[in-house]
């Protein structure tokens, strides 16, 4: 069976919940995802965030690099590691409060290629390098958006194949790379 179960609702992927309810390590001003679009739990997920005023209060409008890494990192070893631990113990992210935190504890390489501001929607492409015994590596990288781009439609039909190219359209603009993060 792919998912599990929270509450009686069975959750086949994380595009059904709302990040809050599988990043529960997470506080709400520390939150760093505003949707999952697209999953395959052993492949990846695309997700989005749009940087608010809050995240970039005293650094003059930017979404700061290491801000990018830790939505980078929330969106995709911690979501995607949570959702297959509680696949795989048959429970909720809540029944592993006390017991399986998710944490980096390794960012291998990252390249900046531009900033994103307040009120820029990115979008997260992350592909699993590497799954054991709760621990995931994960390649990928950032996106800015086109304004006024449905994400949901964009992302419909998106495949495995396409994730794995990071086949996109020319509109989106690349940020970031992101290797080997854990």
Not at 15 to 38: F, M, N, Q
Not at 169 to 177: G, M, N, R, T
Request: charged share 25%; proline share 4%; with cysteine.
């Amino acid at each position: 069976m792919v998912g599990y179960y929270d509450k009686g609702k069975h959750v086949e992927s994380l595009c059904l919940i709302h990040p809050r309810e599988i990043l529960i390590a997470y506080g709400p001003t520390k939150l760093l995802v505003d949707k999952y679009h697209w999953h395959s739990p052993k492949v990846g997920v695309v997700a989005s965030y749009t940087p608010t005023d809050h995240d970039v209060e005293d650094h003059f409008g930017i979404f700061r690099g290491v801000d990018q890494i830790e939505s980078f990192v929330q969106a995709t070893a911690a979501s995607l590691a949570m959702f297959l631990v509680c696949q795989k113990n048959s429970c909720a992210p809540e029944d592993l409060r006390d017991k399986a935190v998710p944490s980096f504890i390794s960012v291998g390489n990252v390249n900046f290629m531009a900033a994103l501001e307040k009120g820029d929607t990115y979008v997260i492409l992350g592909k699993i390098t590497f799954y054991k015994f709760k621990q995931m590596v994960c390649d990928g990288r950032i996106y800015r958006c086109p304004q006024g781009l449905d994400l949901d439609d964009y992302f419909k039909d998106f495949s495995e194949e396409r994730l794995l190219k990071y086949d996109l359209s020319p509109d989106f603009k690349l940020i970031s790379d992101y290797y080997d993060i854990t």
